[in-house]
């Protein structure tokens, strides 16, 4: 029987496929990634081999396929911005949506039988029940959200006509880096609260913004539920063991199941870092709900997945190490 055990993750050169790319190569498994590095970077892709292309190319795709022996695909290739996805949406319904039709329409011509996707919280749109499960209605209130749950109903489609085998992991909040240290966050421009508040330890930027001190919450300010991104990539693998297992297709939701509001985060980052960091207050953003947190207990249950680095001190300090090493390479380069 042909081996077909090489493992394509598109995207694993950015954020979170980089980090999936070495859980499995920590478990000696091949891997391809497959990149164009619009926001990736090339040296995240160190495990595995690296071919540089386009989910938009179909006749490289059909190279790929016909080239290499791929048993499964992690698909990590999307654009992820919420605000740009307002304003310029036709480029993420053509990233997220067609260039992922692609990528599944090689995958059925080549009989490839997995498929384990990175989905995402804003498939639900503005929670009406706290902690959020599987079965909350969904409602995405962006474009963003929609593409996702675009290509979830894509991939149910898929599964019924074709008898794909897919897992969609929807994520709540990704932080923190590689304990060792090797990758982590790294975007440009960068939008996520933890790498911001790090960029204002370190003087990078002059201060940190809080988009509203007035939700309903303790300190008035939002709660987002923040999963370790080496706990994501334990969940891709953990995945795609499920349906290597004979598991049937289905989605799941990755979160710690517990919230942290934007001031905690600042103010850890504070004690953790050693330094002050200034912090201006203005107006809600349109669209931000005052809490989102997951409910993950379907993930623990079927594919046996718990998050090892929930607690957000170890999260944050994961992190700052990252961040630290990032501001020294730039140093060294200028």
Known sequence: MEDRSTILIAGGAGYIGSHANKELARRDAGTIVFDNLSYGHREFARWGDFLLGDLSDTAQLDRVFETHRIGAVMHFSAFTCVNESVTDPARYYENNVVNTLNLLKAMRKHDVPYFIFSSTCATYGNPVKIPISEEHPLNPVNPYGRSKLMVEQMLADFSSAYGLKYVSLRYFNAAGADPDGEIGEWHDPETHLIPLVLDAALGIRSGVEIYGTDYDTAD??????????????????????????????????????????????????SRITGKKIPVREVARRAGDPAVLIGDASRAARVLGWRPKHADIDEILETAWRWHTKLNEKFKTKG
């Open 220 to 269: 008035g300010t939002c709660v987002r539920d923040y999963i370790h991104v080496a706990d994501l990539a334990t969940a891709h693998v953990a995945a795609l063991e499920y349906l290597r297992g004979g598991g049937e297709s289905g989605v799941f939701n990755l979160g710690n199941g517990a919230g942290f509001s934007v001031r905690t985060i600042i103010d850890t980052a």
